[in-house]
């Protein structure tokens, strides 16, 4: 080992950890190590997930040479069957289908290629604090120093929970920040292709979450995911609406089957501390309407990467980390804010009129292709009026929307207003702001 390079220890072989080691072990200044409870045959899921395509346009990362294709057009189904709507995305904002354990398999390679080093079935236990800074952590029962601990061990990370207290005195995810999703693929029944091939079910039956049911012509790709709880009874009882939705969904498991936690709703408003700065799943990195955060991971990664390298040989103090958390609230953070005041409102609504707004062109399938990709949703005020004066015999609805549409513009706002430098005063004074303003939506 170089002892001149700075050691960079990355707890979870996750995506945005893997695109930080890839890119920093290039520079050849830094001696990185991923730890990876699992092996690599068991990393992350063997199932597939969303991801924009221009998260790739750059030379951050590549695509895989296998194990992905062209994602197809998802059709959201409003409550109760009411209506299909077919979404289709613009050419800059297409996505891909890529398949999670052959993608982080391939970031591993090229991670290790240029110089990284990963340590299989290694389980990062608690983070080792000294004078209020994280210097290593403990890992199957023994120390591991580092000059920067990157935890991206997802939603139940050990390592965050074991430095809670650095990150603020607060708790910052309540049970219904969660989505509870069973997932898995079954058997394909033989029959001819439909014309809606990915359906996305916006409060299945009236419950409160989400559901789809995605034709993948060789086996059917099935997810019930609910806010807060999630059991096998709920799961029966949805995968029979599915059925009788989809003549090509079978009986059996072919892959998965298994109830996940997983984060859904705006990014930590704490990621960094003093030799500590989280990523991914653990600092809730997902889009807060579907769930997907691949594409976020891989943005944050290359923010990290650029932070560190731009530190130099200083201490990765929580004063010079804390741009991190600055730059990806500017790049999707305060975007996914205002897409959680949505998903609030959401769930929170009687479904029946999630299906008069539809009815009443209020909100039109371009609208739902910004907010399911991950984009903030700003109507003009022509659009307004344009709307308005369509539903003139819907004006509650219309007030509707357009308090909806100025909670999504004062929590943009709210999160905008991050402080640019690290003063702890003010830091503390916006997380209290913004804390206030989400669970004022409940």
């Known amino acids: 080992m170089d002892s001149s390079k700075r050691k960079l220890l990355i707890v979870g072989a996750g995506i945005g950890g893997l695109v930080i080691a890839k890119k920093l072990a290039l520079t050849n200044k830094y001696d990185i190590t991923i730890l990876e409870r699992g092996t690599r045959d068991t990393l992350s899921y063997d199932l597939e997930d969303d991801v924009r395509q221009d998260v790739f346009s750059s030379d951050i990362v590549s695509l895989p040479p296998n194990g992905y294709s062209e994602k197809k057009l998802w059709t959201f189904i409003t409550p109760f069957n ?152 709920n799961v029966q009882k949805t995968l029979s609406m599915l059925k009788k939705d989809n003549p090509c969904l079978g009986d059996t498991v072919i892959q998965g089957g298994k109830i996940v936690q997983i984060p859904l709703r705006y990014p930590s408003l704490q990621m960094v501390t003093s030799g500590y700065a989280g990523i991914g799943d653990c600092v809730y990195m997902t889009i807060p309407m579907l769930g997907s955060g691949i594409g976020s991971s891989i943005m944050a990664g290359s923010i990290l990467s650029d932070v560190i390298e731009k530190i130099g040989s200083s201490a990765f103090s929580a004063n010079v980390l804390w741009e991190y958390q600055v730059r990806v609230f500017k790049s999707f953070g305060c975007d996914h804010i205002s897409i959680d005041c949505m998903r609030r409102w959401l769930l929170t609504l009687n479904p029946q009129i999630i299906n008069n707004i539809v009815d009443s062109g209020l909100l039109n399938e371009s609208d739902i292709a910004t907010v399911s990709r991950g984009d903030r949703l700003s109507l003009p005020t022509r659009d307004k009026l344009k709307r308005g004066i369509k539903c003139l015999k819907s004006l509650d609805l219309l007030l509707q929307l357009n308090k909806l549409l100025t909670t999504m513009n004062r929590g943009y706002r709210l999160a905008l207003s991050i402080p640019t430098n690290y003063n702890v005063k003010a830091i503390t004074k916006w997380k209290f702001k913004m804390i206030n303003f989400m669970n004022s939506l409940n």
């Open 82 to 233: 009411a209506h299909q709507i077919l979404v289709s995305q613009p050419p800059q904002h297409k996505e891909y289908s890529i398949q999670r354990r052959k993608f982080s398999q391939h970031l591993i390679d090229k991670a290790v290629s240029a110089g990284a080093k990963i340590l299989y079935k290694t389980e990062a236990t608690s983070a080792i604090i000294k004078d209020d800074t994280v210097i290593g952590v403990t890992a199957n029962g023994k120390a591991i120093y580092a000059d920067l601990v990157i935890d991206n061990a997802g939603l139940n990370s050990l390592i965050r929970h074991s430095i809670s207290s650095n990150l603020g005195s607060f708790k910052d995810i309540d049970p219904t920040d969660i989505f509870y999703a069973y997932r898995a693929y079954y058997n394909r029944n033989n029959v001819p292709l439909a014309k809606h091939t990915n359906k996305a079910y916006l409060r299945p039956q009236g419950a409160i979450g989400i559901s789809w049911c995605i034709d993948r012509e060789k086996s059917v790709d099935v997810l019930i995911g609910l806010i807060s709880s999630n059991d096998n009874n």
